[in-house]
C-alpha cells in the first residue's frame, strides 16, 4: 500500500513538472528578429510578437482589411483587447511602413492601349498615308 501512494506522488509530481514546463515555454515565446510590420504582416507572423495570439492578429488583420493602413503602432489601441500596457510590451517588436499591398489596392487602374495588328508582309504604311485628306 505504501509503495502505490510513492507512486502516485512521483506520478503527480512528474504531471505537475510537466505542466509547469509547459506553461513557461509558451509564456517565453521568442520575439522575432526584427520589428514586424504591422501593415504587412500576415497572422503567423503578427503571432510571432509576444502579447499577440491567434484572436489578436485576427483583430489586427481585420482592422487593417475594414479601415486600411496603420499611421502608428498606437493605432492598436482600438482594438478590444490590447490597452497601454499590453501595447507597450509589444512595441519595440513592431513598426509600421507603408504596404506594398495597400499601394497596389490605393492605385487608380492604368489603362492600356490595344497592340497595332501587324500589316500584311510587303506592305508598308505610316500613319500620314492610312489619313485621306479632305475633300
Same mark, same amino acid.
Given at each position: 500500500? %505504501?509503495?502505490?501512494?510513492?507512486?502516485? =506522488?512521483?506520478?503527480?509530481?512528474?504531471?505537475?513538472?510537466?505542466?509547469?514546463?509547459?506553461?513557461?515555454?509558451?509564456?517565453?515565446?521568442?520575439? #522575432?528578429?526584427?520589428?514586424?510590420?504591422?501593415?504587412?504582416?500576415?497572422?503567423?507572423?503578427?503571432?510571432?510578437?509576444?502579447?499577440?495570439?491567434?484572436?489578436?492578429?485576427?483583430?489586427?488583420?481585420?482592422? =487593417?482589411?475594414?479601415?486600411?493602413?496603420? !499611421? /502608428? *503602432?498606437?493605432?492598436?489601441?482600438?482594438?478590444?483587447?490590447?490597452?497601454?500596457? %499590453?501595447?507597450?510590451?509589444?512595441? !519595440?517588436?513592431?513598426?509600421?511602413?507603408? /504596404?506594398?499591398?495597400?499601394?497596389?489596392?490605393? =492605385?487608380?487602374? *492604368?489603362?492600356?492601349?490595344?497592340?497595332?495588328?501587324?500589316?500584311? /508582309?510587303?506592305?508598308?504604311? /505610316? #500613319?500620314?498615308?492610312?489619313?485621306?485628306?479632305?475633300?
Amino acid at each position: 500500500m %505504501r509503495q502505490g501512494k510513492l507512486q502516485v =506522488r512521483i506520478s503527480l509530481s512528474v504531471l505537475a513538472l510537466c505542466f509547469t514546463l509547459a506553461a513557461i515555454s509558451v509564456a517565453t515565446k521568442k520575439p #522575432p528578429p526584427k520589428p514586424v510590420n504591422i501593415n504587412a504582416a500576415n497572422s503567423e507572423e503578427l503571432q510571432q510578437v509576444p502579447g499577440i495570439g491567434p484572436a489578436t492578429a485576427e483583430k489586427i488583420l481585420q482592422m =487593417r482589411k475594414s479601415y486600411g493602413s496603420f !499611421k /502608428s *503602432v498606437d493605432d492598436l489601441l482600438s482594438i478590444k483587447g490590447i490597452g497601454k500596457k %499590453r501595447l507597450e510590451k509589444m512595441r !519595440k517588436y513592431l513598426t509600421v511602413t507603408k /504596404s506594398t499591398v495597400a499601394n497596389k489596392v490605393s =492605385r487608380p487602374a *492604368v489603362s492600356v492601349s490595344p497592340l497595332k495588328k501587324p500589316e500584311p /508582309s510587303g506592305v508598308v504604311s /505610316s #500613319p500620314a498615308e492610312a489619313e485621306e485628306p479632305p475633300n
